[in-house]
């Protein structure tokens, strides 16, 4: 079974334009399509809002930069897409069950208990497994054939 070709293209598109703003307008001008039919369609082929899957490749990468740099809080939501400090926090928590500030405190600290790293693993292995689903979905994609034109002097 193939992929619908519109959701791969959202999927790309929201790839290469992960750490910009992007809106539902945006979608529909680059795509052509009424937003309501693009929101619904995703919803229906991925499982998860077109914002709700934005951010949470936002969170995944901002984990990572987390994991791997002392950034400022504020400079980590501004790589990632995020212009509000508050609202990065507010969707950290709600993916990752604590506050940004406090994951770093304790990634730093190397202090976890075994209940908190059990949530937070828990939480990213399914953002991970969502991130997954859609490269998978996108392998699935209906190859397409271009027509093979022959140019000849005699016709």
Do not use: W
């Not at 790839?15 to 052509?32: G, P, Q």
């Not at 209940?115 to 937070?120: G, M, N």
């Amino acid at each position: 079974m193939y992929s619908n070709s519109l959701v791969c293209d959202i999927l790309e598109y929201i790839d290469i334009y992960l750490h910009t703003k992007i809106s539902i307008e945006d979608l529909e001008r680059a795509f052509f399509y009424n937003r309501y039919y693009i929101m619904k369609l995703f919803k229906k082929e991925i499982g998860v809002t077109i914002f709700e899957y934005i951010n949470k490749l936002r969170i995944k990468n901002s984990i990572d930069e987390i994991n791997s740099t002392d950034n400022l809080m504020i400079n980590v939501a501004i790589n990632n897409g995020f212009y509000s400090l508050e609202y990065f926090s507010e969707i950290f928590k709600k993916e990752v069950s604590i506050s940004p500030k406090r994951y770093q405190t304790l990634i730093n600290n190397k202090f976890l208990s075994y209940d908190k790293l059990y949530k937070i693993t828990n939480n990213v292995i399914n953002i991970n497994k969502l991130i997954e689903y859609t490269n998978q979905y996108k392998r699935r994609r209906k190859p397409v054939v271009n027509p093979v034109k022959s140019l000849s002097i005699f016709n």
